[in-house]
């Protein structure tokens, strides 16, 4: 199995910028594609964007679509979400997850694990 531990997470102002990396340990990690997520208090969880196994493809969801870039780096086994011009909308909890294959998707249902989050608060 494969486990993901998030970290960068805290406290920023609007307009502000954040990078938060996750940390996956297994040997599948360069073949599996990734993606961020969100969840705000008594919210569902809610798909940000994914990246394939070898960076050739990503999609981002409109609300952050412009502002947050999703990077990975298959050597350290990490993967990267850069944010940018955040807004109080943005406040939730992060959650980095790994995919059952290579290909991007937007469905939290292709995701097999999770991390335990990290804590993103925009305030003005």
């Known amino acids: 199995q494969m486990q993901l531990v998030e970290s960068g997470g805290g406290v920023v102002k609007t307009g502000g910028s954040l990078t938060l990396s996750c940390v996956a340990s297994g040997l599948s990690f360069s073949r599996t594609a990734m993606g961020w997520f969100r969840q705000a208090p008594g919210k569902a969880r809610e798909f940000l964007t994914t990246i394939s196994w070898n960076s050739g493809a990503t999609f981002y969801e409109a609300p952050v679509r412009g502002r947050f870039t999703i990077s990975r780096n298959n050597a350290r086994n990490t993967v990267y979400l850069q944010m940018s011009d955040l807004k109080a909308e943005d406040t939730a909890v992060y959650y980095c997850?790994?995919?059952?294959?290579?290909?991007?998707?937007?469905?939290?249902?292709?995701?097999?694990?999770w991390g335990p989050g990290t804590q993103v608060t925009v305030s003005s």
């Open positions: 997850a790994a995919a059952k294959d290579n290909i991007a998707s937007a469905l939290e249902s292709d995701y097999l694990y």
